[in-house]
């Protein structure tokens, strides 16, 4: 049989089929039922908003920012001059509760996969797109209701008050973060879709610059600076092009900052009314000893217990030394501490902060479209707004939030599988070439590494000893599985 090369490969057909079986092989649903299918047959609007006695906020000049192909809209922002220097900024997160009902067909399709999963090749959403991207999104030009986070944001970036409500909002602009992002810093012209909206420009250079002063407040108080390369697949048709790079900018950095300020406050409003909840944590660091032994190796001393503020410092000051390392530095130290989980947190007792972020009160409620426990947290949310009784007990919240993260591990192996048969395919024709990398994971189930020229990373499968997370090297592309996205490299000196 005549070996097919990258060029005779229909590479989008095969990462789809990939992706399904990934996907059945850990157990996630990569269709919807039949059941929930009925389900959806039924609603044919959004939810109503005629006869709520709550805000109506319309007036102001809501627009959304997602990426360029986003068409799941969670949430909307909006900024208004408060007294003195502060600004009022408002989230709105879309209210999808009010067609996803709790037990029903399409919540334990949602349930089952706890997320939406992203893959190079396909998008699996969470709920139907008729729901996601039409009916509970927060789309252009459409009356919708949504759930606002209101807050009072000093001129040093500090939280000075906040409110949660109902509301009525509509979206006036659907924008894309590079577009925005390039006109905020200069490089490009204002987008038309911002043009053509009163005011919306002035709007934005305030959530900018409040969004820049509640980054820096954070950081200084000890929230970590990373800045990681992710990597899209760019298709030419059918075919692998590239790995484009997706990296950070000042228009992302408004919804990060908005988004972490929103979900801190409905945790905090929660834990107020005493209603249990699930929290997003980040516990101490699980390897601080491999963090403290990097930063000898930069010339930096760190504590010998964990500390946020000190390690924040280091990070700062590497990525001012070393910008272009600095994403391989922020992946090493990522690694060595260890993966955010989900926690149920009863009333009356103190759940584990986010190191991360320096917070001790966090949740996840700004993305209810494309993540359970942010559906979760809504209804809960909700609930307490009504004064209703909870929809889920201790115990429900325990399970959900075991589930929830133990699913998004498993969502991540999936997304990453498929990533590396798409790097795969993109690398077949390159066997036994030598690249500079650094080492990204080790432990006794193997030793990764990922290329410095790309955003590709691979096994070492030969020369790994003596090597640890941090530790540049050498390596020759061996050999390359497709189907199970392997890439195998071995050391070289």
Known sequence: MKHMNAADRKHHTILERIARRVMLERGLLPDFSAEALAELATIQTPAAVIGYQIPDLRSLPWASID?????????????????????????????????VRDGSAIDAHARHNTTSIYTAAQIFP?????????????NFRED?????????????????????????????????YNAVAAWLEGKGPVPEAIAAVKGLDENLRMQDCAAQSMKNFRHVHGALSFETIRAKTIFDNDEIRELEIDRKNRAKDIIEDFMIAANGIIARYLSSKEIPSIRRIVRTPRRWDRIVEIGSEHGYVLPDAPDARALEKFLTRQKAADPLRFPDLSLVIIKLMGSGEYIAEVPGEAAPGHFALAVSDYTHSTAPNRRYPDLVTQRLLKAALAGKPLPY?????????????????????????VDKSAAALLLESRIGEK??????????????????????EGR?????????????IRVKLISTDVDRGFIDFKKVS
């Open 126 to 138: 969470m709920l139907p797109e008729k729901l996601s991207t039409g009916l509970t999104s927060l």
């Open 144 to 176: 919708r209701l949504a759930l606002v986070a209101e807050m009072v944001i000093g001129a040093e970036g500090a939280l000075q008050s906040s409110d949660i409500y109902q509301a009525i909002v509509r979206n006036y602009a659907k924008l894309a």
């Open 67 to 99: 990426n360029d192909d986003s068409r799941d809209l969670d949430q909307l922002t909006v900024a208004e001059a408060a007294t003195g220097d502060s600004v009022k900024i408002f989230v709105a997160v879309a209210d999808v509760d009010s067609l």
């Open 460 to 472: 070492l499968v030969h020369g790994f000893q003596g090597a640890d997370v941090g530790h540049r």
């Open 435 to 456: 690249f500079d990398a650094i080492v990204t994971g080790a432990s006794e189930k193997g030793t990764w590494a990922r290329l410095l020229t790309m955003p590709v």
């Open 393 to 417: 007990s201790n115990d429900d919240l325990e399970e959900l939030a075991k589930h929830c993260t133990e699913e998004e591990n498993v969502v991540k192996k999936v997304e990453r599988q």
